[in-house]
């Protein structure tokens, strides 16, 4: 096994973008995809370090960039103001996830008829976006999301599967909004699961989250089953 990875510049509007592509070069070629929705901070070594992990898998893994070439957040109050425009805007993001998603489409080393996409925290929102758009592609995971639904894809028809992970107690998606999703799945036709773990906060899959005060505490268990479960789903829906 030989993971190679590269930088891959794209654009959306006048906005320059950099994604982290990484696949396994010895294996047949092209390769099912997976788009990683980076968190709030931006695309940072998190989610590079799932592309690599994906890629040792047997998938072309990339990383996608929401912000802006090179634009990470330092902190809370710098994350929240690069996450903000898109919340507020949820057209500009389903528009920007969605040059990723055609980016990845055009590399050689995918199969474009073979391709899911994952996110946490703020990303799991865009994946779910992107699903709400009604965008061809087999599957979307959200890890510990946001669900508050887009308010601009109300009757259109979820073509991806879903599969959703997310922990009962993390105050920024609290269990009424996981019954919510679970409905608007429902009335969109969605082929979906929804993983709820007891006793688990937000950003259980991070090992640097240990913030209870903020409700965000990675979880060892959480973060093994969520991963397994992520396998199951990518071997069912990118077969």
């Known amino acids: 096994m030989a993971v190679t990875t590269q930088t891959i510049d794209y654009r959306h509007d006048d906005v320059q973008l950099e994604g982290f592509f990484a696949y396994d070069n010895r294996r047949p070629q092209p390769l099912p995809a997976v788009l990683i929705s980076h968190a709030w901070a931006g695309r940072d070594e998190f989610a590079c370090n799932k592309a690599r992990k994906l890629a040792e898998l047997g ?39 969605t040059a990723a998603l055609e980016t990845v489409r055009t590399l050689p080393q995918v199969d474009s008829k073979r391709i ?22 087999r599957g979307v995971v959200s890890f510990h999301g946001l669900f508050v639904p887009p308010g601009n894809t109300k009757g259109r028809k979820i073509k991806a599967k879903v599969l959703v992970l997310h922990g009962h107690d993390d105050p920024m998606a609290p269990p009424d909004q996981v019954m919510n999703l679970a409905r608007e799945l429902t009335e969109a036709q969605a082929d979906w ?41 990518l071997a069912e829906v990118l077969n």
């Open 59 to 97: 998938y072309a893994a990339f990383a996608l960039d929401m912000y802006g070439k090179g634009i990470v957040g330092s902190g809370p109050d710098e994350n929240a103001r690069l996450m903000n425009p898109f919340m507020n805007d949820r057209r500009l993001l389903q528009d920007r996830i």
């Open 116 to 137: 899911a996409a994952m996110g946490f925290c703020f990303g799991g929102l865009c994946v779910l976006d992107l699903a709400r758009t009604g965008a061809d592609l």
């Open 193 to 233: 699961q929804i993983h709820v773990y007891g006793n688990t906060l937000h950003a259980f899959t991070n090992p640097l989250a240990n913030d209870r005060s903020f409700g965000t505490v990675y979880d060892e268990t959480a973060d093994r089953r969520s991963w397994e479960s992520l396998r199951n789903f």
